[in-house]
């Protein structure tokens, strides 16, 4: 990541935390828009989801549409508190659609392979699917395997190098928000 320089934020970047609904309705424009595109057999709307995945991968929904729209205009209009999670497995969950939408919009358009872009794009409108309308985010399951694999730096999210760190008490019944005796 970009260092950021004195009084200068840093335009690149991902964000530590993530307010979990802002990603879900993210996820669901991709999945509209993912979805029209296969319906449709029209790839060229993969052009804008890759697109919004790299700003997204890069700068969080700084320079995202789909993502300001998300932060900006629906989660500030939804009920309830902000459910803040962990970025890196979000980021890591833009790269991998980044990679899909953009995979899928080569073979078909570079390619001609359209068979095989349906195939990309209906897994990514699947694992798009499960994170949007059940939370279920695939790359974040991913995510403490590829720590424990070594393929991910555990320093890049300490709570997901050890997802059940902080429930390692529970069992005995302790109040893990009460502050220590």
């Given at each position: 990541m970009l260092r950021q320089t004195v009084g200068m934020p840093s335009l690149?970047?991902?964000?530590?935390?993530?307010?979990?609904?802002?990603?879900?309705?993210?996820?669901?424009?991709?999945?509209?828009?993912?979805?029209?595109?296969?319906?449709?057999d029209r790839p060229w709307i993969l052009a804008p989801v890759a697109g919004g995945f790299a700003a997204r991968v890069l700068s969080g929904p700084r320079f995202s549409p789909l993502g300001r729209l998300a932060t900006r205009v629906i989660v500030p209009r939804m009920p309830g508190p902000a459910r803040p999670v962990a970025g890196p497995p979000k980021r890591l969950a833009q790269g991998l659609g980044l990679a899909m939408s953009s995979a899928s919009l080569l073979l078909a358009v570079v390619f001609g392979r359209r068979r095989a872009a349906r195939v990309v794009l209906s897994v990514l409108i699947a694992a798009a699917?499960?994170?949007?309308?059940?939370?279920?985010?695939?790359?974040?399951?991913?995510?403490?395997?590829?720590?424990?694999?070594g393929l991910v730096s555990a320093d890049s999210c300490a709570d997901c190098a050890d997802p059940w760190a902080r429930f390692a008490d529970a069992r005995f019944g302790e109040d893990l928000d009460a502050p220590p005796a």
């Open positions: 690149i970047g991902f964000p530590d935390t993530v307010d979990e609904r802002a990603a879900r309705v993210v996820a669901g424009g991709v999945v509209v828009m993912t979805t029209t595109s296969l319906l449709t699917g499960l994170e949007s309308f059940a939370g279920i985010c695939l790359a974040c399951k991913m995510f403490p395997l590829l720590v424990r694999a």
